[in-house]
């Protein structure tokens, strides 16, 4: 089974341009923008919510559909069928020639708008990135696709031509080994609530269970598949892994005029996993946990 497809993307600045130092909203944000621009026929100032093409809509689909009635019809914010992994570079001056290189990844019948995907990114190119005073255009350089966990890509689009390598991220790759002792390491800053409240040391079951979440709800929205896991065993067994050490700190952003204070770090755990364990692992390696996830929180590594 196709689970989800990874594109890596690499811009090449035509001008200068001057970025922040975390991107994944610059580039969620103007991705979002042009989708709508370039694929919204109905009067923009119109609830998208409303509106009858809602799944058959890009920008719709991808940004705007809370569920689509399969389960938790009524739930906003539910998850969405792409992740953004953004550029992990504090770097924010770039000059003409330089890279800027980020990931996107879709799940199951979200794979359907690649194309329109791509077109957004070309038109955000043309546009250009970086703030008022100091904005570049870029043109698309490459792009890739990938299977991290079989170490496999190919080249989609290079040299102003398409190519097409069979390479998806399937069921069976999340087969992963994971040490006794083994280490998360976050490589952006993740937020996890639980009853209003910030967890700002979350033990492993913490974990599992945001990860069980998203898991399941992709499994659900976008597969059409059932959990093939068995979520009260996942968790017992979570509980048996103890936390070795950790070496977590804070970060605020700003969201919609509010703060939100967002973990980082790294946790240390000990204890042997079970599968099961390690598939939800690897999986949320690719889909990240926690809060504004799309944006590229809470991506992680195992180490």
């Not at 922040?20 to 998208?48: E, F, M, Q, T, V």
Request: charged share 25%.
């Amino acid at each position: 089974m196709k689970i989800a497809r990874v594109y890596t993307f690499e811009l090449e600045f035509l001008k200068p341009a001057k970025l922040p130092n975390w991107k994944g909203n610059l580039i969620r944000g103007a991705l979002g923008y042009h989708l709508k621009k370039l694929y919204c026929i109905i009067d923009d100032s119109r609830d998208c919510h409303a509106c009858p093409i809602l799944f058959k809509c890009p920008y719709g689909y991808l940004f705007r559909a809370t569920t689509k009635g399969i389960v938790l019809r009524k739930i906003k914010h539910y998850t969405k069928p792409y992740v953004i992994k953004p550029p992990l570079e504090p770097k924010t001056e770039y000059r003409a020639g330089d890279t800027l290189r980020f990931s996107i990844v879709l799940y199951g019948d979200a794979m359907a708008y690649e194309d329109h995907v791509f077109n957004a990114v070309n038109s955000m190119c043309r546009s250009g990135l970086g703030s008022r005073d100091c904005r570049g255009s870029l043109k698309i350089k490459r792009i890739t696709v990938e299977n991290p966990f079989r170490n496999e890509k190919g080249i989609l689009f290079e040299d102003g031509e398409f190519f097409n390598p069979k390479i998806y991220v399937k069921n069976g790759d999340f087969r992963v080994n994971v040490g006794r002792i083994f280490k998360i390491r976050f490589l952006t800053p993740f937020r996890l609530i639980r009853d209003g409240a910030l967890i700002s040391e979350p033990n492993f079951r913490d974990l599992v269970t945001f990860m069980l979440r998203k898991y399941s709800s992709i499994r659900y929205q976008y597969l059409r598949t059932d959990i093939d896991v068995d979520v009260e065993d996942a968790l017992k067994a979570a509980e048996r892994i103890v936390t070795a050490s950790s070496n977590l700190n804070r970060r605020t952003f700003i969201y919609k005029g509010n703060e939100e204070t967002f973990i980082h770090g790294e946790i240390t755990y000990s204890g042997k996993l079970k599968a099961s364990l390690r598939k939800v692992l690897a999986f949320c390696q690719l889909s990240h946990i926690g809060k504004r996830s799309s944006y590229g929180h809470g991506w992680y590594s195992i180490e």
